[in-house]
Each structure stands twice: as C-alpha cells, then as structure tokens.
C-alpha cells in the first residue's frame, strides 16, 4: 500500500464514521457551536479596533506636539516679550515723569521749542 | 520630542514669570481706591483722575511711589506741576520729555544754573531765540 492508497482509505473509513445519526450529530453541531462561541473572534476584533483608535489618539497627539505646541510656545513668548516691553516703556516713562516735574525747570522750558538747542549751543561755546 | 517640547514649555514658563518681575507694572485704581497716601501725594489730581486714561493712572502711581525719597523741593515742584502736566496732549508731554533727555545730557558743569538759565533766555527779544530745533 503505497502513501497515495492509504490516504484514500483514510479518507474512506473517514467517511464512514462521519455517517452518525440525527442525534449525535446534532450533539456534535451544539457542541461545535458552543466552542465556536467561545472562541468568538469578536473580543479579538475589540482589540484591533481598540488598538486603532489609540494610534489614531496617539497620531492627533504627536502632531499636536509636533506642531501646535510650538506654535503655542512661541505666541505665548512674542506675547510675553511683547508685555515685558510695554512694561518696561511704562516704567521709563514713570521715572522720567518724576524726574522731569521735580526737576529745577519749569514744564515751560521743556515746552519750548528752542530752549534745549539754545542751551546746549551756550554749552558748547 | 516629548523632552524638547518639555524644555520649550519650561523656557516659555520662566518667560511668563520672570516677565512681571522685571517691571511689575502698577495696578490701576479708581480714586476711591488709592490709599490714603496715594491720595495725599496725588491730591492736586484728585478732580479729573477718574477720568484720566488707565495707562496715565498707573503712570502717577508709579510717580507717588517715589515721591517718599525725592527732596521736599522736589516733591513741592511735583505738586504745583501735576495738573498742567495732565492737561497738555501727549504729543506736548512726548516733545517735554525729549527736551528733558536733551538738557539733562548736557553737563551740569557746563549748563549753569538752568532756572538762571531760563530766566535769561526768556528775556531775550524774540528774534534773538533759534529757529525752533527740529
């Protein structure tokens, strides 16, 4: 009996114990069944679709990072510089002020268009 | 990636805090609201200063705060001076403190006694004051 012969009467004696009544097959295809759904590929599909959705949230936040995020830095660092030099024009201001209207002159003499020139030509001389 | 973004959001933090604290700008009050010292040094404003701009507010608050450690002479200029400085334009003001910046940079040994100064180029006849600097 050579390979091909005795697979054919495998197959054979295959079939004829797959000839089972109505009742034990019914078992079987119960039982099959209950096996089946055991072994349901549903959570496996969870699982990928789970584990797309991270990628997806993951992708939204690698980009954020990659991009919003330092555009978000660098807005808030202009804006801060921007603040920072308002405040320190404010401040300069303030001490001006307060050096100007305390000084020896009066607000006249710093009104005049030509007093400054004047006197700093007599300096000069 | 995630540690340069760490370090950028670390600079942009010491950015915001460190920013107040070089200048910390005065808050703005209402009349009402000044302190009592406030209100002394401040009092020659005390009709208009709500109507003052906010900026022009927290500027005079800034000037009362060192008011204390200017020199009596000084803190009596500020006084009678306060109202006609709030009453010129802002342009006035800004031409002011340009012609402050320029006498102050001349040399004290050399510009004399400014109010002697003044006085004397007020006495001169129209036509013997300059064209006007531009």
Do not use: C
Not at chain 1, 24 to 52: D, F, T, Y
Not at chain 1, 68 to 93: C, K, M
Request: glycine share 4%; net charge positive; hydrophobic share 45%.
């Amino acid at each position: 009996m050579n390979e091909t012969q005795f697979a054919l009467r495998v197959r054979q004696l295959l079939d004829q114990g797959a000839r089972v009544d109505a009742r034990v097959a019914a078992q079987l295809r119960a039982a099959r069944e209950r096996a089946l759904a055991r072994h349901s590929p549903l959570p496996m599909a969870g699982l990928a679709l789970a584990h797309e959705a991270m990628g997806r949230v993951g992708g939204v936040r690698s980009l954020a990072f990659r991009v919003l995020a330092p555009v978000a830095i660098l807005g808030t660092a202009l804006a801060a510089t921007y603040a920072w030099q308002q405040q320190q024009r404010a401040a300069e201001v303030e001490e001006l002020d307060a050096q100007l209207l305390s000084s020896d002159l009066p607000i006249d003499a710093y009104l005049d268009q030509g007093f400054a020139a004047w006197l700093k030509r007599r300096a000069s001389q | 990636m995630a540690q340069a973004a760490r370090v950028a959001i670390a600079i942009a933090a010491a950015l915001l805090l460190a920013a107040p604290a070089a200048a910390a700008p005065e808050k703005d009050r209402r009349w009402a609201q000044l302190s009592g010292e406030q209100q002394k040094i401040l009092a020659p404003l005390s009709a208009e200063w709500d109507r003052l701009e906010p900026e022009q507010r927290r500027k005079w608050i800034g000037v009362a705060k060192r008011y204390p450690k200017m020199t009596p002479i000084g803190q009596k200029r500020v006084q009678t001076r306060m109202q006609k400085w709030v009453k010129l334009t802002p342009e006035q003001r800004k031409q002011a403190r340009e012609n402050y910046r320029r006498i102050s940079k001349v040399p004290p040994d050399k510009r004399g006694d400014l109010q002697r100064q003044w006085d004397e180029y007020q006495s001169l006849p129209p036509r013997g004051k300059p064209a006007p600097a531009k």
